[in-house]
Nanobody, 124 residues
Framework: QVRLVESGGGLVQAGGSLRLACAAS????????MGWFRRAPGKEREFVAV????????YYADSVKGRFTIFRDNTKNTVYLQMNSLKPEDTAVYYC?????????????????WGQGTQVTVST
């Protein structure tokens, strides 16, 4: 069993930055693909970013490419999402997930574990 707990969400003005963290506990974290997803109000959950076990390979949704960075610290069992140049359309609940496939990073059914989510609100 892996438990994931997100933190770092909040209210920020457009153009600002936030860093989300996802702390993992339980079974081995360091060899798992880790991803971030989000669900905006009235929309389905969507893929945001993914990293392989080492952090060397990362992929992003087109909507966040160049603004968001996913990285991990396996010594702390934590994966992060640095979000810069935030836009109102980035407003959503952000979830981290463990166990996906790099070949299908957006496939939610490939992830074994999910956190409860953290709210990010970007004001104009």
């Amino acid at each position: 069993q892996v438990r994931l707990v997100e933190s770092g969400g909040g209210l920020v003005q457009a153009g600002g930055s936030l860093r989300l963290a996802c702390a993992a506990s339980g079974r081995t974290f360091s060899n798992r693909v880790m991803g971030w997803f989000r669900r905006a109000p009235g929309k389905e959950r969507e893929f945001v970013a993914v990293t392989d076990w080492s952090g060397a390979r990362t992929y992003y949704a087109d909507s966040v490419k160049g603004r968001f960075t996913i990285f991990r610290d396996n010594t702390k069992n934590t994966v992060y999402l640095q979000m810069n140049s935030l836009k109102p359309e980035d407003t959503a609940v952000y979830y981290c997930a463990a166990g996906g496939l790099l070949s299908r990073p957006a496939a939610e059914d490939e992830y074994d574990y999910w956190g409860q989510g953290t709210q990010v609100t970007v004001s104009t």
